[in-house]
C-alpha cells in the first residue's frame, strides 16, 4: 500500500558528506512524523532524526551538530543532511514514517529498504 523508497548513500571519507532523501508512495492520506533510523554491524538500529509534519525535529546527540533533518511534504518526502562523517556513523540507514491511508485507520509505520552508508578513514 505505502512504499518508502530510500537513496542517497554511498561510499565517503571521513569529514565528508552525503544527502539522503526518501520518497514514500501509494494510499497515502496523511503522513505523520518521518524520521531516519540506522543500523551498524552488530548492533541493535538506533534513531537518528526525527521530523514532525509541522517541522519539530528531535536528533541523537550522536549527530547533533552534524546531521540535519529536513522533509518537504508536498512530495511526502524527508532527507538527511550528513556533515563532518565519522566513520562511526557507518551502517544502514533507513527512512521511517507514519502513515495513515485514510481518515479513520490509525497511522501505521512504515520503513524503506535501507541504503548503505560507509566512511572510511
Known amino acids: 500500500q505505502v512504499q518508502l523508497v530510500e537513496s542517497g548513500g554511498g561510499l565517503v571519507q571521513a569529514g565528508g558528506s552525503l544527502r539522503l532523501s526518501c520518497a514514500a508512495s501509494g494510499r497515502i492520506f496523511r503522513i505523520n512524523a518521518m524520521g531516519w533510523y540506522r543500523q551498524a554491524p552488530g548492533k541493535q538500529r538506533e534513531l537518528v532524526a526525527t521530523i514532525t509534519s509541522g517541522g519539530s525535529t528531535t536528533d541523537a546527540d550522536s549527530v547533533k551538530g552534524r546531521f540535519t533533518i529536513s522533509r518537504d511534504n508536498a512530495k511526502n518526502a524527508v532527507y538527511l543532511q550528513m556533515n563532518s562523517l565519522k566513520p562511526e556513523d557507518t551502517a544502514v540507514y533507513y527512512c521511517?514514517?507514519?502513515?495513515?491511508?485514510?481518515?479513520?485507520?490509525?497511522?501505521?509505520?512504515?520503513w524503506g529498504q535501507g541504503t548503505q552508508v560507509t566512511v572510511s578513514s
Open positions: 521511517n514514517a507514519g502513515v495513515a491511508t485514510n481518515p479513520i485507520l490509525r497511522p501505521v509505520d512504515y
